[in-house]
């Protein structure tokens, strides 16, 4: 293995440690598969979740999309009566390398987009994120990734070197903001790639 230059390991959440899919929901409550889909493409977008993540308030979104489509009312309220639903659980492939990496000695810290109403639910319900040493959630901060301005807010908060921290996250346009601002960025596919990836730091053992 190579010496070790890495100093630290930032971890996204939600599609990385964390099965989060509104799907786990809406696929009980819409049988049709296609109706679904557009159900989330349409009315519970992305962009709307985005604004979520972002700290518009949850009461404020759904409101908004109730009187846009008043027809699809039950099936937008669900959105935060059951918001728990959505997560499918842990991603143990992953959390087998941040345990890894805790018991090593690595400086670990999270950096999600996730709903300040809503990451309460998931502090609770996962303690392997006490394993981290900061979690900034956009919620709180209001301001989400991929913006440049999150990722200096990690350096400012955490004291992070960027050319010496790894930043793991499922999104590709994510990865590429933490590239440019001179993070060793992987974009998460499976745990075994990452792990491949990280014995390459040095970071873990290869399995």
Request: net charge negative; proline share 5%; charged share 25%.
């Amino acid at each position: 293995m190579q010496t070790r230059t890495i100093d630290a390991v930032v971890f996204d959440l939600g599609g990385v440690l964390i099965d989060w899919n509104p799907r786990h929901l809406y696929r009980k409550l819409i049988e049709e598969e296609a109706k679904m889909e557009r159900f989330l493409s349409e009315i519970c977008s992305p962009v709307w979740n985005v604004n979520l993540d972002a700290g518009r308030p949850f009461d404020d979104g759904i409101d908004e999309l109730v009187q846009r489509h008043p027809e699809e009312a039950p099936l937008i309220r669900a959105w935060k009566a059951r918001w728990e639903e959505m997560l499918g659980g842990a991603i143990h492939g992953t959390v087998a390398i941040l345990e890894e990496l805790h018991a090593s000695g690595m400086t670990l810290h999270a950096l999600t987009n996730w709903s300040a109403e809503t990451f309460p639910i998931g502090r609770k319900r996962f303690p392997f994120l006490d394993r981290f040493r900061t979690i900034l959630v956009s919620g709180q901060e209001k301001v989400v990734k991929p913006d440049p301005r999150i990722f200096h807010l990690l350096v400012e908060r955490t004291g992070v070197v960027p050319q010496r921290t790894v930043f793991v996250d499922d999104s590709q346009t994510n990865a590429d903001a933490a590239a440019s601002l001179g993070f060793h960025a992987i974009r998460f596919t499976d745990a075994d790639a990452l792990r491949a990836r990280l014995a390459s730091l040095g970071l873990v053992d290869h399995r």
